[in-house]
């Protein structure tokens, strides 16, 4: 019967189409990340003279009155509530107690056309910590490794929905998951959230050079290692809106570039 | 067993039917299944045994197609009045506590007429998300909904389950008989956390459910 | 394609039917299930709609009507056809298939230029669930008038080439559907235009 | 048409579109085992593909199953291969993913290609006595539209995003808006495109199936006397003709929601969510009826054979295959009790579903009738087929909870549903597709299977499956919902852990007994032994063939002089008299008018 020695090899088939698929799943797994090829090269990456580099640094100070911090009510997630005894609080308007603004996002917007820069190997880290995204808003480089990580002990999922980037939607089940992702295109600013729990919110700026800062608990900034040129920068806050600055950059010079956001 | 519990005005109704349902089918089971056995011991090959020549027999077939036929109708007929209770008549809206309960990728949020008794109104006494309070013994009515995709509103103590659709407000109404807290579930597959998808039922007096309305009206 | 059965001994339940015409009706019987589907979703989302645009104002009708008759004439020229090879006239026939070809391509180009009116007032699939419905419908009757239409085109190739001489059931199968489209166009334009 | 001759022609000596060119033997390797228009390719190709997506799916379920034993664990070895980015641990996306294609593959990729493809296929034609179908070509073309819906379904793994998660019932809006969950990206699309193909197929070969049936059976072979896998094929058929192209234009609509961005389905441009669930069950409730109907069919004949008596009720069984049928058409209702579909149709649909578990009932006590003082030789299919009938009975009383809308408010989307279906199409469909398998591997191969070995099979099998899937009605009867990823994040079902590891646990033995069939059948493909023309001495036509049978099956095309059910006959010392078989100044005429009119049923004998 020549027809059961078909059969066998339709049968070998099969097994090998099976296989296949197991090893597809497997590449599936591994390329789900959306990771894109580095296109940080557009050309031969910019080296930048140290003997010649400045840096611009600066504040970024806050007047007038902040409003009411909004309470944040975590009962549906007794275990973060605990963490919060007298109440958890959003963060779209942090005032530091030297009368500066936290959570601002400084970039330098035009001045370095033409330039690429090669992205940093080390990754940035959004850490998921008690039902709040650590930091709150988050500055990369497009291309740059960003470990996402889930430090609390429930699911979180996160959702950006990136303009220029694939957005994407992964869930994140246990505590200490990490999960890498990129962004390949520059983008201010990224909204990410979490679907399990509505209130968490996070901002995350991606420019194509490494000259951006977040403002911290002192609310200064700094961009060093700056070649010398004229530059044009940006400071984004979420609640209110972006503010620019022309700053000239001599040889070695230290420029420095407040800014100011008034509160109403 | 927690989930065993009815704390429902037509719960204890539900709970009956389905015992009913587990007798007849039961029996039916047992007595299917024996004869199955019984007949495969019994009538299993021997050497020179023949079979039985018959192609069947009319009177049977008609028998034991009436009978299992009145009962099953029976059956459904018999259930048309808790469905009705539960599905149908709902309670009077001026008797009962209104809400509305709106189901999002993974939150329930809640709200309450506020001092103009309307819903919808832009005075209205919104509840922490994934958190409903309600009164004991008190016929409630839910006005459910979604944003988003399909989700179901089911708590198991209430026997009570409603799925929830975007564009579409179904009304749903309980009586809760015995304080407690109790989990509400998502029973509608809603996208990856719906595993997680899950809310808080507080049935409380009413005195302690207007002392916490008003605490949520304050805020 | 001459035989309706085997010539071997068999059980004739239908004798003097073709199994290629049984065989048609069960894929029109399955094709009405198709389009009750399409028209029924259209119905209940059209009636539970409260902002339903006045269909006359929209649509062209009368052009839509005229197109309409000419669907119809290409059935009779359908049947003409048929008729014409059963008596043996292939010359006939040939010519009735190309008029109702002819009359098929008409309809479509119509039909196109309907489409592209309404595209100009700014109505697409994704305008809203008239729009949605319209094309649905309408497009996917399109379709199978123009699966008809080639169909139409081959059974004429084959005609010319001398076939249907001895046994027209080609003809008639192609007949069977043609009709069948032209019955569909007919409930499409009741429920679609002048509802 | 001029080549139609008793001696067998390799397209099958029947009416057909048009496929000359494979006139003149020897017939290329491709034009005999490929592109071959013999329904015996065909059907045994069907098998193949549909035993291959068996063990993908199955695979499939116990990733499922180890989830829900040990949400969130590392899985080991597959872990590292599926999910290595997130540390072999199954995110709820992927869980998701694997549910709905563990639906998807064994509902529309397993069991209906391998009962109505493969048997349909294998059998009309034999049974029937008939060297082919009616149209082979459009039976070939009825295969090669499946392989891109195969293809496409298994591309769906690869994609971005991963395959669709919204479900084997991929309920809109959930399946419409392609940023709700990750799989419902390129994934659902292309789940949508290979369903639109499988439909396809099902169509083509339903029409194929019913003119062979009606139109191309042998002399004196009346309705009647047919033997009930045929009648059931032929209901099923019918049932495709009228039910898939309505789920094609459900399908087609939602597509089109996806792509050009139409409203049918999004509440926000004004459409109706539910009514996807309305048009969709309408389809996928007769669907259910698709997938058993064949099994019941075959049942019947393999308990008839085996029991050597004639099946208990003949006309009865006929009967209540169309009453099934009919019903099945205007009982979608009951998946929507709690849909928010208009309360008051629940009475209606609950009543409608409420009758149609009796034609069920009826065969089943036709069945046992049947072994009701027979001589039961208990082989491995007679073990299974039997085994076909108790877990048929578990899956249909467990329905009527589901029909009794105020019980079904309870159990509606929890695992009691899960346990119902599972008892229907594993516990029945599936043990029929094994009896089905042994019994006809010898027509099919030419070679017998072990029968210790299908033994093995079938009480390993037996017993994982029903310690499998009951356990599912106590979690249903704890309401814990399905679809979830993780039900002990719930208080309320945290304490099911240890019954579900346990379920989990029997699964897995579940999965490896089936490796025993795998082997059996291999082994019996290369050295089982040779096959006798009719080797359980059964009545039916097919065995009248040579094992396998030849292109064109049958030397000469038989007559039937009676019905297909004579075990222990009086006419003869043999326990049984095949239907072809002459015994002179015994038979009635031959029938040769049309059938309607003089049905001659053993029955009314």
Redesign the interface.
């Known amino acids: ?1 020549p ?2 020695r ?3 090899w ?2 070998c088939l ?1 097994i090998i ?2 296989l296949v ?14 990771d894109e090829a580095g296109s940080g090269g557009g050309g031969d990456v910019t080296e930048v003279d140290p003997a010649t580099a400045g840096k611009i640094s600066g504040k970024v100070n806050f007047e007038g009155t902040a409003p009411e911090p909004e ?1 944040i ?1 975590m ?2 997630e007794a275990t973060c509530s605990e963490k919060y005894p007298d109440g958890a609080y959003t963060e779209k308007v942090v005032v530091n107690d030297n009368g500066t603004l936290a959570n601002v996002f400084v970039y330098v917007k035009s001045g370095l056309e033409g330039k690429t820069f090669a992205p940093p190997s080390e990754a940035a880290v959004l850490d998921q910590v008690d039902c709040h995204y650590i930091p709150h808003v988050l500055g990369v480089q497009t291309n740059q490794p960003v470990v996402i990580r889930n430090s609390d002990p ?2 979180h ?1 996160i959702h950006p929905q990136p303009q220029n980037s ?9 505590q200490g ?4 992702k990129t962004f390949p295109a520059a983008e201010i600013m990224i909204p990410v959230g979490c ?2 729990h ?2 968490m919110a996070a901002y995350i700026g991606v420019v194509d050079h490494p000259y951006f800062a977040v403002t911290g608990s002192d609310g200064s900034f700094e961009l060093p290692n700056l070649p010398p040129g004229d530059y044009t920068i940006e400071a984004w806050h979420e609640e209110y809106g972006v503010q620019e600055m022309n700053v000239t950059v001599g040889e070695q010079q230290s420029a420095t570039a407040d800014f100011t956001f008034r509160g109403t | 067993m927690g989930v065993f519990e009815n704390v429902s005005t037509y719960g204890a109704q539900v709970d009956s039917l389905y015992l009913l349902v587990l007798i007849v089918t039961g029996v039916a089971f047992f007595l299917v299944e024996g004869v199955l056995i019984y007949f495969l011991i019994r009538y299993r090959h021997r050497e020179g045994h023949r079979a039985m020549y018959t192609h069947g027999n009319r009177r049977v077939e008609i028998v034991w197609t009436v009978i299992p036929g009145f009962m099953l109708f029976g059956l459904a007929v018999y259930q048309y009045s808790a469905w009705t209770q539960i599905k149908i008549d709902r309670p009077n809206e001026a008797e009962a506590v209104v809400l509305s309960l709106e189901a ?4 329930w949020y809640a709200a309450y007429p506020g001092s103009d008794g309307e819903l919808g109104t832009d005075d209205d006494i919104g509840s ?4 409903i309070h309600v009164p004991v013994n008190q016929p409630v009515i839910i006005r459910l909904t979604a944003r988003d995709v399909l989700h179901s509103f089911f708590v198991p103590v209430l026997r009570i389950k409603q799925d929830a659709i975007p564009g579409t407000t179904i009304p749903v109404w309980f009586e809760a008989t015995q304080p407690g807290e109790y989990e509400i579930v998502c029973a509608e597959l809603c ?3 719906h ?2 998808m899950r ?1 808080f039922l507080t049935v409380e007096s009413e005195t302690e459910f207007q002392a916490w309305l008003a605490e949520m009206a304050a ?1 | 394609m001459t035989v309706t059965y085997p010539t071997e001994a068999n059980e004739q339940p239908f004798p003097g039917l073709a199994i290629q015409k049984f065989l048609m009706w069960l894929f029109l019987a399955s094709e009405v299930m198709f389009f009750t589907g399409l028209i029924v979703a259209y119905i209940v989302i059209r009636f539970n709609s409260s902002s339903w645009p006045v269909v006359a104002e929209v649509l062209n009708v009368p052009l839509v009507a005229a197109n309409t008759f000419i669907l119809i004439c290409s059935s009779v020229t359908m049947v003409l056809a048929f008729d014409a090879f059963e008596r043996g006239q292939l010359e006939r026939g040939r010519y009735f298939l190309i008029a109702t070809m002819v009359l098929g391509i008409i309809f479509l180009s119509i039909q196109a230029i309907e489409w592209d009116e309404l595209i100009g007032h700014g109505i697409v699939a994704s305008t809203n669930l008239f729009g949605a419905t319209f094309y649905t419908l309408t497009g996917f009757h399109g379709a199978h008038v123009t699966g008809g239409v080639l169909w139409i085109l081959g059974v004429t190739i084959a005609a010319f080439r001398g076939h249907y001489g001895e046994n027209p059931i080609g003809v008639e199968v192609l007949g069977l559907y043609w009709h069948f489209v032209d019955l569909v166009w007919i409930i499409l334009f009741t429920i679609v235009y002048l509802i | 048409m001029s080549k139609q001759k008793a001696t067998p022609s390799h397209d099958g000596n029947v009416a057909h579109d048009g496929a000359h060119a494979h006139e003149h033997p020897p017939l290329s390797f491709w034009r005999k ?1 490929v592109f071959s228009t013999d329904h015996k390719v065909i059907g ?2 069907f098998l ?2 549909a ?2 997506f068996f ?2 799916g199955g695979l499939l379920a116990l990733l499922i199953r180890t989830q829900l034993a040990w ?2 664990e590392e899985i080991p070895v597959i872990g590292s ?7 072999g ?1 199954m ?3 992927n869980y998701l993913a694997l549910m709905t294609m563990h639906g998807t593959i064994m509902i529309f990729f397993f069991i209906i290609p391998v009962l109505s493809g493969a048997f349909g296929n294998f059998l009309i034609p034999l049974m029937i006595g008939a060297r082919d179908m009616a149209f082979p070509v459009l039976n070939m073309l009825s295969y090669w539209v499946i392989v891109p819906a195969f293809l496409v379904l ?1 591309a769906a ?6 395959p669709p998660a919204a479900g084997w019932t991929s309920y809109a809006p959930l399946s419409a808006l392609p ?1 709700m ?2 799989g419902s990206g390129t994934g659902q699309t292309l789940w949508l495109v290979s369903l639109i193909l499988v439909g396809t197929s099902s169509i083509m070969g339903a029409i194929n199936y019913i003119t062979t049936i009606v139109m191309l059976r042998a002399k004196g072979l009346t309705m009647f006397r047919l033997p009930m896998t045929i009648w059931a094929l032929f209901i099923t058929a019918v049932l495709v003709t009228l039910a898939t192209p309505v789920l094609a234009s459900a399908l087609i609509m939602l597509l089109l929601d996806r792509t050009i961005g139409t409203h049918f389905f999004l509440p926000d441009g004004g459409g109706h969510p539910v009514m996807w669930q309305h048009i969709f069950w309408f389809y996928s409730h007769p669907a259910v009826y698709i997938m058993i109907l064949p099994a019941m069919g075959m049942a019947s004949d393999i308990i008839a054979c085996f029991a050597r008596k004639p099946l208990f009720g003949y006309r009865p069984m006929v009967y209540s295959i169309m009453a099934i049928a009919g019903l099945g058409f205007i009982v979608w209702g009951h998946h929507m009790f709690v849909s928010g579909m208009n309360p008051t149709l629940g009475l209606a649909f609950m009543t409608s579903t409420m009758m149609i578990a009796l034609p069920s009932a009826i065969k089943t006590f036709n069945w046992l009738g049947t072994i009701w003082r027979g001589d039961l030789h208990l082989t491995a299919p007679m073990f299974n087929a039997l085994a076909f009938v108790s877990t048929f009975v578990i899956g249909g009383l467990s329905g009527v909870f589901a029909a009794a809308t105020p019980v079904d408010i309870f159990i509606q989307d929890t695992y009691w549903i899960v346990g119902h279906i599972h008892y229907v199409l594993f516990g029945g469909s599936l043990f029929g597709v094994f009896a089905a398998i042994q019994y006809w591997f010898p027509k099919m ?3 017998m299977m072990d029968d210790r070995l299908g033994k093995w099979h079938f009480f390993l099998t037996f017993i994982s499956f029903n310690l499998v899937f009951f356990p599912m009605f106590i979690l249903g009867a704890y309401g814990m919902p399905r679809r979830v ?2 039900p002990y ?1 719930y208080q309320l079902f945290a304490p099911l852990q240890p019954l579900n590891q346990f379920m989990t646990i029997s699964a897995y033995v579940l999965g490896a007994s089936q490796l025993i069939l795998g082997y059996n059948f ?1 082994w019996a ?2 050295r089982g032994p040779k096959a006798a023309q009719n080797p359980w001495y059964a009545n039916t036509l097919e065995w009248v063939a040579p094992s ?1 049978p030849p292109h064109g099956n049958f030397e000469t095309i038989p007559v039937v002089y009676r019905g297909p059910y004579e075990y222990a006959s009086p006419l003869v010392t043999a326990d049984y008299l095949p239907q072809h078989q002459q015994l002179d100044g015994l038979e009635p005429a031959v029938e040769t008018k049309p059938v309607q009119k003089t049905a001659i049923s053993p029955a009314s004998r």
Do not use: H
Not at chain 1, 23 to 29: F, L, Q, R
């Open positions: 019967m027809l059961r078909i059969y066998l339709m049968l099969g189409m099976l698929v197991a090893c597809g799943g497997g590449d599936e797994g591994a390329s789900a990340g959306g309470l009510d009962s549906a429930f699911l999922n694939r957005p994407f939607n992964i869930g994140q089940p246990k998951m990490e999960t890498e679907d399990v509505g209130w | 999002e990728q993974f939150e922490p998300v994934n958190v996208g990856l956390g595993y997680r809310a805020r | 085992y045994i190709q193949f593909t035993l291959f063990t993908l949400p969130w291969l599926f999910y290595a980015e997130s540390g641990i995110l709820p996306e298994l793994f690869f994609v971005e995003g991963g940023d969950v990750p191969f030419g070679r990823a993780d994040e291999i493909l290369v396998p």
